[in-house]
Nanobody, 129 residues
């Protein structure tokens, strides 16, 4: 189990920006990938973006491509989600997740969605129109 500490989120207007952070203190993440998922009321938890720690390969949901950017800071063991051009439909509870890498990023996302890996406590993002 990997402890994850999330921060960021809050309230933004449509078209605005927010940045989420997720730290994994004291862990070696070389063989891991980390990502962000979100869950709106009454909906399933869906992937937003993910990044492979070694090499930096990324994965984005179609709905956020061109607006959100996932990145990592090796020295701080932290992954960031920069969210620009926010829309009301981005409103959700955002969760950070970490798990060992899979053969593809799509396989990693599928594994985490099945319950593998570790999750953060969630941080609320609310976008007003």
């Amino acid at each position: 189990q990997v402890q994850l500490v999330e921060s960021g989120g809050g309230l933004a207007q449509a078209g605005g920006s927010l940045r989420l952070s997720c730290a994994a203190p004291g862990r070696t993440l070389r063989t891991y990938a980390m990502g962000w998922f979100r869950q709106a009321p009454g909906k399933d938890r869906d992937v937003v973006a993910a990044i492979r720690w070694s090499g930096g390969m990324t994965y984005y949901a179609d709905s956020v491509k061109g607006r959100f950017t996932i990145s990592r800071d090796n020295a701080k063991n932290t992954v960031y989600l920069q969210m620009n051009s926010l829309k009301p439909e981005d409103t959700a509870l955002y969760y950070c997740a970490v798990d060992e890498v899979r053969t593809t990023m799509a396989a990693w996302v599928a594994g985490v969605r099945r319950g593998l890996g570790s999750w953060g406590q969630g941080t609320q993002v609310t976008v007003s129109s």
